[in-house]
């Protein structure tokens, strides 16, 4: 039974199959075409490898080309492209689904294809599902393991962020943090780790740090950030910062 003639963009969380909500569940199922992001023709999609549970055979599978490069042309191509191309198969009259690794709205490539879509293809109708981000299952996974990670209390400000491209930028960030009583969530970390972690170490803060990698895959590792060692990590890893806590605490 397919749904509405509409694009859902879905957030299909950071990994584990189980941490997809029921909507999301509900419009995979009911959709004609799924559609997810590759960063190249034949590679696999994250998004579509989480939620792989959730595809049947009779579905059709619709990969979405949007390159991991630096210029700017060759990305806006793939959107405009991956937004007129969803909407022809909602004009057609099919449910489509576009599914978003982590939460749909935060750093996410489908929402490049949401602007695409207000800018291109008004008439479209589009609905969005929200979805667990690896910032907040990180933070689960180290409450889990013994390690409790409260993202933010009371007045503290939480700032999700990629990972600063310069040491005289981290270091000025991790002053402001600690001035205004920010936890810092870096994303984007991967080959970056090999300088940050030294700097860390050198200001003292490895202790306050929780480094997260694959969270949600079977191979997930997280664990204080002065047990990982300086090497490259690969680039689903994040990092959470805090250099203080409120006064009032149990
Ligand atoms: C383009 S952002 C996507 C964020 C995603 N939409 C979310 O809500 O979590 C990619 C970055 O998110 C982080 N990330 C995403 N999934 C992750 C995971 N399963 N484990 C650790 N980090 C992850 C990494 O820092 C990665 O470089």
Do not use: N
């Amino acid at each position: 039974m397919h749904g509405l003639a509409q694009l859902t963009l879905v957030g299909v969380g950071p990994g584990d199959p189980q941490l997809i909500t029921v909507a999301a569940v509900q419009a995979i199922e009911a959709a004609a075409v799924v559609a997810y992001p590759v960063a190249r023709e034949g590679a696999e999609g994250m998004a579509a490898r989480i939620a792989a549970p959730w595809i049947s055979p009779q579905q059709r599978r619709l990969p979405l080309v949007f390159p991991m490069v630096a210029e700017a042309e060759p990305r806006r191509q793939a959107w405009h492209a991956a937004a007129d191309a969803l909407a022809a198969e909602v004009a057609a009259g099919q449910a489509v689904v576009l599914l978003c690794e982590g939460d749909s709205s935060l750093y996410a490539s489908c929402s490049y294809v949401l602007l695409a879509l207000a800018q291109r293809r008004p008439a479209c109708p589009v609905r969005v599902i929200p979805g667990i981000s690896a910032v907040s299952a990180a933070a689960a996974a180290a409450s889990s393991q013994g390690h409790p990670w409260p993202l933010a209390l009371q007045q503290e400000p939480l700032l999700i962020r990629p990972t600063p491209e310069t040491e005289a930028e981290l270091t000025a960030l991790l002053e402001q943090a600690a001035a205004t009583g920010t936890v810092l969530a870096l994303l984007k970390l991967g080959h970056r780790w090999s300088w940050v972690q030294p700097l860390l170490a050198a200001r003292g803060l490895l202790e306050q740090a929780l480094f997260a990698q694959r969270v949600g895959w079977p191979d997930q590792l997280v664990q204080p950030a002065v047990l990982v060692s300086a090497a490259e990590q690969p680039y689903f890893s994040l990092l959470l910062i805090r250099q203080g806590w409120p006064a009032v605490l149990p």
